[in-house]
C-alpha cells in the first residue's frame, strides 16, 4: 500500500514536516537546557492573551519541564526519522 502523503504535493508535505520537527528540536532543547527560560517564554506568550500565570510549585515545574522537553526532543527526532526514511 503507498502512502498517501506521496501525491502531487510530495515536497511541500516534506517541508511541513521539517519544520515541525526543527520547532519542536529547539523548544525541546530549551526545556531541557534551559527550563526557567522555558517557563518564563510561556508566562511571555500567555500575558499577549492577558493571562497570568505563575507556577505554585517551582521546583516540581522545573523538573516537569525537563522531562517533557526530553519527551518533545525525543518526539521530533522521530519526526525527523520518519520524514527522510517515510516520505
Not at 519544520?19 to 526545556?31: N, Y
Not at 506568550?45 to 519541564?65: L, Q, S, Y
Request: some cysteine; overall charge positive; glycine content about 8%.
Amino acid at each position: 500500500m503507498q502512502c498517501p502523503l506521496r501525491s502531487c504535493c510530495f515536497t511541500a508535505v516534506k517541508l511541513v514536516f521539517l519544520g515541525i520537527g526543527c520547532l519542536g528540536l529547539v523548544v525541546g532543547i530549551l526545556s531541557v537546557v534551559w527550563p526557567e527560560r522555558s517557563i518564563g517564554l510561556y508566562q511571555w506568550i500567555m500575558e499577549r492573551f492577558n493571562w497570568k500565570v505563575a507556577p505554585i510549585d517551582g521546583p516540581r515545574e522545573v523538573r516537569n519541564t525537563r522531562i517533557l522537553g526530553a519527551i518533545l526532543t525525543v518526539l521530533s527526532l522521530i519526526i525527523f526519522f520518519m520524514t527522510f526514511h517515510c516520505l
